[in-house]
């Protein structure tokens, strides 16, 4: 059976992280364009055991100040729905925080509801990220350290689509086609027919042949 594509009205993955998939911006490559992509594809990521929260409840929270306090992140999220924790994940060196979080609400009812309303959110004058948490809970989830991943910035390389920060789009044709046709123009495809043009060279050539063709007729009827 061949696997679906996902619909670009809800263009996210819910029900199963694909390297490949993730990979491509519209979802349709059939190859693997990066490295990291060819290593996640072989990568096998085991979810830790040994983390007691609920993964139903648990809201991913990026993008933050390294410097950022889990009670600061408490208090914003408690102004929506009832928090069970926070956990800011930190460097073992310098024990700043690595720019996110872990949110555990008390109702797995309440993710959306925080999701939709704290889009807007902010510390420090950063606006953060929110996202469900996939790691255990995404089948076939490969984390960044393997070549998986959400996001990413585009100056690396690596981005990685499919998620709440870079969601699949339409393919090109496909949206410029919808867009002629909401104009009501024709689509851009071109049904079968070349589109062609004569490069300058050729046209150079065209034009000398006809400037000759004029200076003798010329000649003929000054004779004449």
């Not at 096998?44 to 409840?57: A, D, R």
């Not at 929270?61 to 208090?75: K, M, N």
């Not at 991943?149 to 920060?165: I, M, N, P, S, T």
């Amino acid at each position: 059976m061949m696997d679906k594509k996902p619909t670009f009205s809800q263009s996210i993955a819910t029900d199963e992280y694909d390297p490949l998939k993730a990979g491509s911006i519209d979802c349709s490559d059939t190859r693997p364009h990066d490295r990291a992509v060819c290593r996640a594809l072989e990568a096998k990521h085991v979810p830790p055991k040994h983390i007691k929260s609920k993964p139903s409840c648990t809201i991913f929270v990026g993008r933050l100040p390294l410097t950022i306090l889990e009670d600061e992140i408490f208090a914003a999220i408690s102004k929506v729905a009832s928090v069970r924790s926070v956990k800011v994940v930190k460097d073992i060196i310098t024990g700043l925080g690595k720019g996110y979080a872990f949110v555990e609400l008390k109702h797995s009812g309440d993710v959306e509801k925080v999701l939709h309303n704290c889009k807007g959110l902010s510390f420090d004058g950063k606006k953060a990220l929110l996202d469900r948490e996939v790691g255990r809970s995404l089948k076939g989830w490969i984390p960044r350290r393997l070549g998986g991943g959400w996001g990413g910035r585009k100056e690396a390389g690596q981005l990685r689509f499919g998620c709440v920060d870079r969601p699949w789009r339409k393919p090109i044709m496909q949206q410029k086609n919808e867009d002629s046709k909401s104009f009501g123009g024709p689509p851009t495809h071109n049904s079968g027919h070349r589109n062609f043009s004569f490069h300058e060279p050729y046209a150079r050539k065209s034009n000398m042949e006809s400037r000759k063709k004029d200076h003798v007729n010329r000649k003929m009827n000054q004779e004449c």
